[in-house]
């Protein structure tokens, strides 16, 4: 009898290793291989929840793990209606128990193989046809955890080189310079504000600035390929836009009604007045940025305040002996009156306009400045586009010139102000952190990032669609026969138990 | 015997875990005492707990001992151990999922659990760190009346109505006219703070049009201007002019953003002066002593009128005795003059009180996590011992009962009460049924 007991309490055990040992362990390495795609960006676009200390992932990455535990369920719901259908045969519910974990096991597996198979080629070939490496099937369904891990570290380097440093991007206030709001876009991973453009705030995701990478470059080489020089035609562009008084861009700037735009479905982000709201006298946006008025008030303070600082006028013979001052006085400069329109005459005067030109333009041939080049100059840095009113390329009808125009001016412009330059510009053109105490990287050529952003799309679409599978696929084809077998053992073990209990024989009333 | 052991393993358990977490709060309670209670806030609620935990103990320890019966003691042993754990690990582990929000909230995001977790000694260092130096600064520019020992101020710390006052009322300046005034102009700051602070940042955070609330007075007794020239050997103390008494020791003031990040700006000119021929780096650097003091003043003057940063942004110029390299422009803010400290570090001085409060629920937290399973244990370990105390007794008590009950049972022959033993399967049970029923006919 204590024999009998002990046999039943082993067996016991015994059984419920054996199930653990089935689909609960398939699941759970599921898990682990699925490890590599929750931690990638682009398979599971960053996505990581949290609530309190509590980590939890959503994201195409788990999908793996819930088809393994869905399979896991429909046995479970099959050995439910096994113990409800057949009451009698043991061996019978042990055979159809195990046949039913044999079709779950190998059917994903077909499906996959046969039906999946032929979606990944298609894929496959329609990226080979335009360049683009992919690996093949059989590759990337055993070492997806090795090709998403090498494709995180190529992800980490790219964020290092534009500074980014949130695979979703970041805004540093929900709020622009003006008071407008802007509104998060989860899919886009950004922050847009009312004209559609990005937050003042706002530093690229990866998905924008891969974006942002894409637009310019690719319009940048068609517009190569057929003998065309993009930069070129875009300034033509705006300039025709801007001197043409009938062209969509001086209309809007008008407030004219809508229905003399050439634009289909163009509609004003408030009213018609927006532009003139923003810009004109007391404008909203004109509070943001060094406005002529500024500028001139500034230069007043200036030669207010240097007029009345006695050390200049004994420094200034030694600036004579270096520069030829002629008869210039430049104390009688020095007073409130200082203005821009002063300094350019006393550059001119001096002879130095063709230099400076040369400085910013080295094929320039003008010998003289004008306060239109100053202004040219600080614009890069104080120029404050209004997020309630729409920017000139809005009104670009080639969509790949607008494109680019919006490219060039997220990555050159809008990357300098946060500190994530795209674009580089110049001889030796940086990228990335470019701030008052740094000075950026060297920035990637051309084609290195137009190969970089292939690589990463083809690896987002297969990645994405495959890579799950695969985990499942690899840890069914490993176990599956072994989980078979697990299930059957824990089936036999329970008709071993009952069969241990029918030996007890019982003395009547001993417990 | 049994009692002193009980008394023992009762003492292991909560009281231990009380020894231990106290022990750990020793550099929170020094840091923070001058803040009164709120710093306290831990053991108070490690000290409810403990309560919750006695009273249980107290009803369960009595019960057991009136009854005398084993059922009672085994309830009252799960009873003990319930709350054991409820009250370590088991509220905790719902207040850490509450927590980190509300801790992100009382800081503006500026303090984070993930930060604090395991780092509260050294957290509650840099708070309390935080109060000293308000306090050298203020007693450096006067704020804080120099007849009394700075010593004594240090002392009194939070406790000191002065000391009180001006934390307060002059955050209260530096948080509406300077970090509100900025960020309600836009990402500036955050970006400045973050380590992009661009050109074009820098532009729109010296001309951006700030809503200022004129009327809000900062108290300073004395304007503490730094030197235009400084040298690099020379003691950071002598840095600054003598005091000159203000006009009015309650007029606003105006913050540039240097006063937000609080540290100064170096822009070196070293590297050029050390190519420079020996000659003329003579001549250089006497002509930067001469007319350095004047020009560096009207620059002073340009950047604080209100038409351009309107602010002082206190430029100065460094000679490097020591070092050619270390000669350079210098920005200092105006912080240190002032009295107050940088804006991150004076927002958490301003709710230094709430902090330490938080802080101090960190090692309570910690180690109840830990120590909660020697509670359960320990509990488990009483519950035992009383279980013990209960069946000694009743074998005494019971011997006679229990062999009478036997004979009874059996002339009663067949009784089929044992069947409703939880521990049968239903199969045993039908099985056992089957099987006596068999008997039965034969």
């Known amino acids: ?511 | 015997m049994k009692t002193f052991i009980k008394i023992l393993l009762f003492i292991l358990g909560f009281p231990a875990l009380i020894g231990l977490a106290v022990y750990s709060s020793i550099t929170v309670f020094q840091e923070g005492q001058s803040y009164g209670f709120l710093t306290f806030a831990g053991v108070l609620v490690l000290a409810l707990f403990f309560i919750a935990y006695l009273i249980t103990f107290i009803v369960t320890e009595v019960k057991a001992k009136k009854s005398k019966s084993k059922k009672v003691a085994q309830k009252g042993m799960v009873a003990l151990v319930l709350v054991a754990f409820i009250f370590t690990g088991g509220l905790w582990i719902i207040i850490d999922v509450l927590l980190p929000d509300i801790l992100d909230d009382a800081t503006s995001g500026t303090l984070l659990f993930d930060d604090v977790r395991e780092n509260y000694k050294v957290q509650a260092e840099v708070n309390g760190q935080l109060l000293e130096d308000f306090i050298v600064r203020n007693y450096a520019n006067e704020n804080l009346d120099n007849s009394i020992a700075l010593e004594t101020y240090l002392q009194e710390g939070y406790k000191n109505e002065r000391v009180k006052f001006l934390i307060h009322e002059n955050f209260t300046a530096l948080d509406t006219n300077g970090y509100k005034a900025f960020t309600g102009t836009g990402p500036w700051v955050g970006l400045a703070d973050a380590d992009r602070l661009t050109i074009p940042v820098l532009i729109h955070l010296l001309f951006n049009e700030k809503e200022i609330d004129e009327t809000l007075p900062f108290y300073l007794e004395f304007d503490r201007i730094p030197k235009e020239i400084i040298y690099d050997d020379m003691d950071p103390d002598k840095y600054y002019y003598g005091n000159v008494e203000r006009d009015d020791p309650e007029a606003g003031v105006s913050w540039s953003v240097l006063d937000m990040a609080g540290s100064p700006m170096e822009i070196s000119l070293g590297g050029m002066l050390v190519d420079m021929d020996p000659g003329l780096r003579t001549l250089v650097l006497s002509l930067i002593e001469s007319l350095g003091p004047s020009l560096v003043g009207t620059l002073r003057d340009i950047v604080a009128d209100p038409d351009v940063a309107g602010a002082p942004i206190y430029l100065g110029i460094k000679i490097g005795r020591e070092d050619i390299e270390n000669t350079g422009i210098i920005l200092m803010p105006s912080n240190e003059s002032r009295g107050v400290l940088d804006y991150k570090a004076n927002a958490w001085l301003d709710s230094n009180n709430l902090l330490f409060a938080v802080v101090s629920l960190f090692p309570i937290r910690l180690w109840l996590y830990i120590w909660g399973a020697m509670v359960i244990a320990m509990s488990v370990a009483i519950g035992a011992i009383r279980m013990k105390e209960a069946k000694e007794e009743d074998e005494v008590q019971n011997e006679e009962e229990q062999n009478f009950s036997y004979r009874e049972f059996q002339h009663t022959e067949y009784d089929d009460s044992d069947l409703d033993d939880p521990n049968l399967s239903p199969y045993e049970k039908a099985y056992f049924k089957a099987q006596r029923e068999r008997i039965r006919k034969a």
């Open chain 1, 1 to 511: 009898m204590l024999k009998l007991r002990r046999n039943i309490t082993a067996a016991r055990i015994f059984q419920i290793l054996f199930y653990a040992l089935g689909f609960p362990l398939i699941v759970h390495l599921v898990l682990v291989s699925s490890g590599p795609l929750i931690d990638n960006g682009l398979v599971n676009s960053g996505e990581q929840q949290l609530i309190g200390t509590i980590n939890y992932y959503t994201g195409p990455a788990v999908m793996g793990i819930y088809y393994g535990l869905a399979i896991w369920a429909i046995f479970i719901v099959g050995q439910l209606l096994l113990k409800l259908l057949v009451r009698k045969n043991r061996w019978t519910r042990t055979a159809i128990a195990v046949v039913l974990a044999a079709i779950i096991i190998v059917g994903p597996i077909l499906y996959i193989d046969f039906l999946k198979k032929p979606e990944y080629d298609q894929l496959q070939a329609s990226f080979t046809e335009r360049g683009i490496e992919v690996q093949t099937w059989g590759k990337s369904a055993s070492k997806f955890g090795e090709f998403t891990e090498d494709n995180q570290a190529d992800i980490d380097a790219f964020m290092r080189t534009y500074n980014i440093q949130k695979f979703n991007g970041k805004n540093y206030s929900t709020m622009n310079s003006d008071g407008s709001l802007s509104i998060e876009n989860k899919e886009d991973a950004a922050w847009y504000s009312p004209n559609g453009m990005y937050a003042d705030g706002y530093v690229f995701s990866f998905k924008q600035a891969n974006k942002v990478l894409k637009d310019y470059y690719s319009n940048k080489a068609a517009y190569e390929a057929e003998g065309k020089n993009i930069e070129i035609e875009l300034q033509q562009e705006l300039e025709q836009l801007e001197s043409n008084p009938s062209s969509d861009w001086n209309k809007y700037k008008n407030g004219a009604s809508e229905s003399s735009f050439s634009m289909e479905d163009f509609s004003y982000i408030t009213d018609s007045d927006e532009y003139e709201a923003a810009y004109g006298e007391d404008g909203s946006a004109r509070k943001y940025y060094l406005t002529e008025e500024r500028l001139a008030q500034v230069l007043s303070v200036l030669g207010r305040e240097l007029g009345e600082n006695e050390s200049i006028g004994s420094l200034l013979p030694a600036i004579g002996s270096f520069i030829d001052l002629g008869e210039l006085d430049i104390m009688s400069l020095l007073n409130e009156d200082l203005s821009l329109e002063i300094l350019v005459d006393v550059v001119n005067g001096l002879g130095l306009g063709g230099t400076l030109r040369q400085l910013i333009d080295p094929e320039s041939t003008e010998t003289e400045i004008d306060e239109a080049f100053v202004f040219g100059l600080l614009a890069n840095f104080s120029s404050y586009q209004s997020p309630m009113t729409y920017p000139v390329f809005y009104f670009i009808e080639d969509e790949g010139l607008r494109d680019f125009a919006y490219a060039n001016y997220y990555a050159k412009i809008h990357g300098a102000k946060i500190g994530s330059v795209l674009v580089g510009t110049g001889e030796s053109p940086k990228v990335g952190h470019i701030t008052m105490d740094a000075s950026g990287v060297p920035a990637p050529s051309q084609e290195e990032v137009l190969a970089t952003l292939d690589e990463f799309e083809a690896f987002e679409t297969i990645s994405q669609k495959f890579y799950p599978l695969f985990a499942l696929r690899e840890n069914l084809v490993k176990f599956g026969a072994f989980a078979t077998l697990c299930v059957f053992a824990a089936y036999a073990l329970t008709i071993y138990i009952d069969k241990q209990y029918s030996k007890l024989t019982l003395k009547a009333g001993v417990k």
